[in-house]
């Protein structure tokens, strides 16, 4: 399977708006944990944006990233790709609109050095809180422990 790397260069490149969220941006924040796929937010409706992305994954996907449908429709889309899974989420309860999450989410580098814009910590414990799925529970106590420490960026 090709890195995740490249496909996170190229939508740098391509100047594609998202925040990485979920599992790897976990990961990332310092928490030991494993996750198969990609959780991207964006914005819902921009479409330049969804035109770029589209025009990155147009050769892994069958069918193309669509804007929030007026009922919700597309709320979450999920792709199997040769990076993996990916899953573009066009919101994120628990976390504020696409354009204030993206405005305080922070920067953070890969294991190979790639730099990748996250959910900032408080946006992330919002949203693991808000899921409160089983899974979440450690990472719920381990950004909570981090805002305690005083080291939740």
């Known amino acids: 399977m ?8 190229r939508l740098g490149q391509a100047q594609v708006r998202f925040v990485l969220m979920g599992g790897q941006a976990m990961r990332l924040a310092g928490m030991p944990r494993f996750s198969m796929d990609w959780d991207f937010y964006i914005p819902p409706r921009d479409a330049d944006n969804f ?28 792709y199997q790709t040769r990076w993996g899974v ?11 609109r ?6 305080r989410s922070v920067l953070r580098t890969t294991e190979n050095g790639t730099t990748v814009r996250c959910l900032c910590g408080a946006d992330l414990l919002a949203a693991k809180r808000a899921a409160n799925r089983p899974q979440d529970q450690a990472d719920i106590e381990f950004l909570a422990e981090l805002r305690r420490l005083g080291k939740l960026a």
Do not use: K, M, Y
């Open 86 to 96: 990916l899953q573009f989420h066009l919101g994120v309860p628990g976390v504020p």
């Open 51 to 78: 035109a770029r992305l589209n025009s990155i994954l147009e050769c892994e996907i069958d069918e193309p990233l669509v804007a929030l449908g007026p009922r919700g429709e597309g709320f979450v889309q999920t």
């Open 98 to 103: 696409f354009d204030d999450a993206e405005a």
């Open 2 to 9: 090709e890195q995740i790397d490249d496909l996170l260069r």
